[in-house]
């Protein structure tokens, strides 16, 4: 029993302990002597530019079918130091850790009557290359901040598209037709889409047209960041 006392005492200030011996490093500057289990250092961190969290939805060149539009951070620099790793590092840690953050700035500055999360899916393929979806990651922790429920598998993602940065506005918008299917009844719901970058709109506008098809009375884009400007077809979206 005693011993069990002192695995317990241990455990419980464990995760400091360790911190102490193995101190985290920033992901953005590479920092090495931060205490904490953020992927980032408060100095990074505080350098984020933040967006005005209004409904964006007008600014984007492909909106159908979205009703509303925010996201929390310009992309700028620093998020670009993070989102890459996320996505291409095998780093997907780092979607729950903005996942996170992205919920406190949705809870301080916007009431949003949200129903269920949906990250955008990968195809298949995408997925065994990746081994994870980064979208699944960020509506991890934004979940956690929210409290509401994630549906990862209510969509499919039945269309094998290649690269979107590469494209510009009118092939964006054809590599994403038909790209989606939907798995289940979601009649008068509010959902928001959940993804790490927001640029052009064509990836989500695709996706909300299959979940309105649905039932789905309202959609939300909901994004980590996007680039001030909406219509910039050089910066790279989700895949």
């Known amino acids: 029993m005693a011993a069990f006392s002192h695995f317990a005492l241990f455990h419980s200030g464990g ?12 992901s953005i500057c590479g920092q090495e002597n931060f205490h904490s289990r953020d992927p980032v250092c408060a100095g990074c961190a505080d350098q984020w530019t933040p967006m005005d969290l209004k409904n964006r939805v007008q600014e984007l060149a492909v909106r159908k079918n979205i009703d509303r539009a925010y996201s929390g951070w310009e992309f700028g620099p620093e998020l670009r130091a993070l989102i890459h790793p996320l996505k291409y590092q095998d780093r997907a840690r780092i979607g729950s850790y903005l996942g996170r953050r992205l919920g406190r700035r949705v809870k301080e500055k916007l009431n949003l009557e949200l129903d269920v999360l949906i990250p955008v899916p990968l195809h298949p393929v995408k997925y065994r290359e990746r081994g994870y979806n980064q979208a699944w990651w960020i509506c991890r922790g934004l979940s956690r901040e929210l409290q509401l429920p994630v549906w990862p598998k209510a969509i499919k993602r039945v269309k094998y598209t290649i690269s979107q940065t590469t494209l510009d506005r009118e092939e964006r918008q054809n590599n994403m037709q038909l790209a989606f299917r939907t798995r289940k009844d979601m009649a008068g719901i509010t959902v928001a889409i959940i993804d790490d970058v927001l640029t052009t709109g064509s990836t989500i506008s695709s996706l909300a047209g299959v979940i309105k098809d649905a039932g789905v009375k309202t959609v939300v884009a909901l994004t980590v960041a996007a680039p001030l400007d909406h219509l910039d077809d050089t910066l790279p979206e989700s895949l």
């Not at 995760?15 to 920033?26: G, H, T, V």
């Open 15 to 26: 995760s400091a302990f360790l911190d102490l011996l193995f101190p985290n490093i920033c």
